[in-house]
């Protein structure tokens, strides 16, 4: 499974909408608490955006809605996977991303027949309240030598030590010129990733 360097999360399909078609190419639908035919409906749109923008779609959480809708992949974190259909989800040609923050996470989804693994919070984020302390630089190449050519998601996370995707959430959605924001991300992961920088074009409001 091969992953842009930059990765959007977004909680609905008019953001996908508004974004995709500005270049990104890899993107997870997040939505929480919604019922399942609104649910259905925004993953049938975000399909189609994606599909004509040529657009990677990640579906969180939603296993089944994802195989019914003909989905490419869905994302998983840990107490989702304890449940889920794996065999279902691999006969559906899914591909399976799992969450880990911690030694024992990594070995459940090293089991779990997956296709990238993120990590994170790399640094402090404002998402969501964590149980984990931010993971730090040391643990992402611990991880990333672990898990070989499978690719690694961090949030927050640093291309030039491992990553092979950044995911970003808030520092688009929560800027006042998203637009701008989710170019500025293109334009910079892309050249971090090409040349393997430490940091991105002299600008510190990124994290690589």
């Known amino acids: 499974m091969k992953l842009d360097p ?11 909408a508004r974004l995709v078609p500005l270049g990104v190419k890899l993107v ?5 608490d919604r019922p399942e035919i609104e649910l259905c409906a925004e993953i049938r749109r975000a399909v189609a955006v994606c599909a004509k923008h040529k657009c990677q779609l990640v579906i969180n959480d939603h296993w089944r809605l994802a195989i019914e809708e003909g989905c490419d992949c869905v994302h998983l974190g840990q107490e989702d996977l304890a449940i889920a259909d794996l065999d279902a989800i691999r006969a559906s040609g899914l591909k399976l991303g799992l969450s880990t923050h911690d030694e024992r996470e990594l070995k459940t989804a ?18 969501k309240q964590m149980k984990w302390a931010p993971q730090g630089l040391p643990r992402l ?11 690694l998601v961090t949030i ?10 950044v995911a970003v959430v808030t520092d688009v ?19 971090a990733g090409t040349r393997n920088l430490s940091k991105s074009s002299g600008n510190p409001g990124y994290r690589f």
């Open 110 to 127: 090293l089991a779990a027949r997956h296709d990238c693994i993120a990590l994170g919070p790399v640094y402090t984020t404002i998402l």
């Open 6 to 16: 930059f990765y959007l999360i977004i909680d609905s399909a008019d953001w996908i």
């Open 173 to 191: 959605m929560r800027h006042e010129n998203p637009e701008l924001r989710t170019k500025q991300w293109i334009i910079a992961t892309a050249q």
């Open 28 to 32: 997870q639908l997040r939505i929480k």
């Open 156 to 165: 927050g996370g640093a291309l030039a030590h491992g990553a092979d995707s």
């Open 141 to 151: 190449r611990e991880w990333k030598s672990r898990i070989g050519d499978l690719p």
